[in-house]
Nanobody
Framework: QVQLVESGGGLVQPGSSLRLSCAAV??????????VAWFRQAPGKGREGISC????????YYSDSVKGRFTISRDNVKRTVYLQMDSLKSEDPAVYYC??????????????????????WGQGTQVTVSS
């Protein structure tokens, strides 16, 4: 089990960048056993998986909606996963959540964005894109 805290959200203009952080503030296992994913939920919509990083950091996954604009990374010493969001668009505003699950690679790409695969979730951070 791991307790996750997101930060870095805010209000930005279209085309701008933000970097979100997901910090593991407490866990029953070493951080480097956890795969971590970012999900987002816009008002009136379901939760969408957008990026995932393997426990080792060697493998990354992106949804088509963010591929080429967002970059996920992790620092296992700092127990933190980052989501660098560039070229933000009007369709990106949402509450962004990180989630973790103990999982050793390789992963099945069909399941990395399945909510049921993740045991622990952060409280979310709001991202707003507006001119």
């Amino acid at each position: 089990q791991v307790q996750l805290v997101e930060s870095g959200g805010g209000l930005v203009q279209p085309g701008s960048s933000l970097r979100l952080s997901c910090a593991a503030v407490a866990s029953t296992s070493p951080f480097d056993v956890y795969a971590v994913a970012w999900f987002r939920q816009a008002p009136g919509k379901g939760r969408e998986g957008i990026s995932c990083i393997s426990s080792t950091g060697e493998d990354t996954y992106y949804s088509d909606s963010v591929k080429g604009r967002f970059t996920i990374s992790r620092d296992n010493v700092k127990r933190t996963v980052y989501l660098q969001m560039d070229s933000l668009k009007s369709e990106d505003p949402a509450v962004y959540y990180c989630a973790a699950a103990p999982a050793r690679p390789p992963y099945n790409p069909d399941y990395v964005f399945s909510e049921s695969e993740y045991d622990d979730w952060g409280q979310g951070t709001q991202v707003t894109v507006s001119s």
